[in-house]
């Protein structure tokens, strides 16, 4: 499947925000969604009734999405009835079928492992593969894969990613204003659509966003658009930074 002119606007997702002045920024800079994190072990975590505080800023086309780890489908559902509007995004351990079991669209995390640069022979993760195995999710998720749940900040190495994939994409794990506009040029002609998600590399501290960085990161996410959009071509092939 050839994936050589893809559409020239990359939607972005701001996420973890726990704050009224960070959901006001996120929108005022552009963001097309806003993530809430429902998993309690994260520093980034807020409640259901916190979240749908937070969500009623957000104006309309500006998506909010709730992030959970191995959460049970009452819990999942529980968090619905507080934000309904909501798209769902699972980071965890989740099958299809679990995804499935709220009745809601969702994103599906991809783990992609740090060290797949260093492994001998066909790689490890089969993003093709899984794909496939959650082509009722809106988006595969890149995330690298770390101990414990998210990316943590890391960037796993984007080069490797397969050169076709059939689903919308969106590229996390560790993106910044510093090089995210070289991983939609590396990852864009890879797939349907592509997206990114970004939480640590627009923070001051966990949680707590600056809107500066938010706005340097959207403008880099245009940069690579405006690039893309004169030269559909134009992709790289350089290393994650």
């Known amino acids: ?134 082509k009722a999710a809106q988006a595969i998720l890149l995330d690298a894969h770390v101990e414990g749940y998210g990316g943590g900040g890391k960037t796993f190495n984007w080069s490797l990613l397969p050169p076709s994939v059939n689903a919308h994409l969106v590229l996390s794990g560790g993106l910044t204003p510093a090089n995210v506009t070289d991983g939609i040029l590396q990852v864009r002609s890879r797939c349907k659509t592509l997206a990114v998600d970004v939480s640590s590399g627009v923070e001051i501290s966990k949680g707590i966003k600056s809107a500066e960085k938010i706005n340097q990161f959207v403008a880099a996410v245009r940069a690579a658009d405006d690039l893309l959009a004169k030269n559909p071509s134009h992709h790289v092939r350089l290393p994650a930074t």
Do not use: W
Request: proline share 9%.
């Open 1 to 134: 499947m050839n994936f050589s002119s893809p559409s020239v606007r990359t939607r972005i997702k701001i996420c973890g925000l726990t704050r009224e002045e960070d959901v006001d920024a996120a929108v005022a800079a552009g963001a097309d969604a806003i993530g809430f994190v429902m998993y309690d072990a994260s520093p980034r975590h807020v409640t259901a009734q916190r979240a749908a505080e937070l969500a009623r800023r957000l104006p309309p086309f500006v998506t909010p999405v709730l992030l959970f780890v191995n959460a049970s489908a009452p819990e999942i559902i529980a968090a619905c009835t507080h934000v309904p509007m909501a798209l769902l995004q699972f980071h965890g351990d989740e099958t299809p079928e679990t995804c499935l079991q709220a009745g809601r669209p969702f994103m599906r995390a991809a783990r992609i492992p740090l060290d797949e640069i260093t492994v001998p022979g066909p790689a490890r993760f089969d993003l093709v593969k899984y794909a496939e195995d959650f």
